[in-house]
């Protein structure tokens, strides 16, 4: 998208948040990471500083919980508010979590960077070239005129932070660096919220163990596959419902294993299985997550699967094996046996 364009969606959407007539509903995708939480919370902090009819719907994971005020979101909705206006962040419509079933003629306008968005909405920003959410929230923010603290710039920092491995991604390029000093400057402790970020509950780790013994390399070593499950969590003597949650980071351990192209990590929920994805070398895990029914980003993607996930396993092993033909990386290929 050309940079005028840009800004002048940028602004249809200031108009519409400044101008609405009824209350406003600020919400993400389901399972949020930290570029969902920060967007979301960024935005409706912005908001709420003009505005008094703003809900935050927002259910964090454990470890993203420390950004959250009491108070500040609410995990669900029940009804919709009458004359409300559904603002969309990081998700596609059918990701949106939080909310009831919306009628076809409500209002949302949807802000994302992932190129898999169809651009819904009676106002959509989709601009992949943005390596997170996050920061065209700080842009929106800075037509919006909102003045800027440290507590609305921490929340805004955590999603570039988060989207860009903490700036080791390749995403990382020089808008997020100034972005970045610039949220700096208004006082963050960079360092306190990294500390956070890296932070685990003790179980974490019996968990983790319990992961890595399920790790499998195929393809010749260029693909890496591991899951969690009640059955692992339960050996691990820890409560599924509420490890599984601390689970999203576990796939970026497996993607930096030598040689491997492509990272798998399977979440079995008995009623579906999610399946998170990383890639790097020039193969790309969108690829492989569309070929799946899912979407996400080049490096970093995921879907969900019918339940089962043996069969899980052996339907995303032959996706990765298609997008490794397609770059030339499948020597040595291994079946995918159960």
Request: charged letters at 25%; aromatic letters at 6%.
């Amino acid at each position: 998208m050309e940079e005028r364009e840009y800004r002048a969606r940028l602004e249809r959407i200031a108009g519409l948040l400044r101008s609405w007539g009824g209350p406003l509903i600020v919400a993400s995708h389901e399972d949020p990471d930290g570029d969902a939480v920060s967007s979301a919370l960024g935005l409706a902090r912005a908001l709420r500083t003009f505005r008094d009819d703003v809900t935050l719907v927002l259910d964090p994971p454990p470890f993203l919980r420390f950004a959250l005020e009491p108070g500040e979101a609410v995990p669900s909705l029940e009804t919709l508010p009458e004359g409300g206006l559904l603002i969309a962040l990081d998700t596609n419509l059918e990701r949106t979590t939080g909310i009831p079933a919306l009628p076809a003629e409500w209002p949302v306008i949807n802000i994302d960077h992932h190129g898999t968005n169809p651009g819904f909405g009676i106002a959509s920003l989709v601009e992949p070239g943005r390596a997170a959410c996050a920061l065209m929230i700080k842009e929106l923010i800075d037509v919006l005129g909102v003045p800027w603290d440290r507590r609305l710039g921490e929340a805004v920092l955590l999603g570039i932070v988060t989207d860009t491995g903490s700036f080791r991604f390749s995403n990382t390029d020089p808008r997020v660096l100034r972005t970045a000093a610039e949220l700096v400057g208004l006082g963050i402790d960079v360092a306190a919220l990294n500390e956070h970020l890296q932070t685990r509950p003790r179980y974490y780790f019996p968990v983790l163990g319990a992961v890595m013994r399920t790790v499998e390399y195929h393809h010749g070593g260029r693909s890496v596959i591991g899951r969690i499950g009640p059955d692992l969590l339960a050996e691990a003597g820890v409560d599924p419902q509420v490890a599984e949650e601390d689970s999203e980071d576990f796939v970026g351990h497996l993607r930096y294993a030598e040689g491997v192209l492509v990272a798998a990590f399977l979440k079995d929920r008995g009623d579906k299985v999610k399946v998170s994805l990383r890639s790097r070398g020039g193969a790309s895990a969108q690829r492989v997550a569309l070929d799946l029914g899912g979407g996400g980003h080049p490096a970093a993607a995921g879907a969900t699967l019918a339940p089962g996930v043996q069969r899980a396993r052996r339907q995303v092993l032959e996706a990765i094996g298609r997008e490794l033909a397609r770059i030339g990386e499948l020597a040595g290929q291994t079946s995918p046996a159960d």
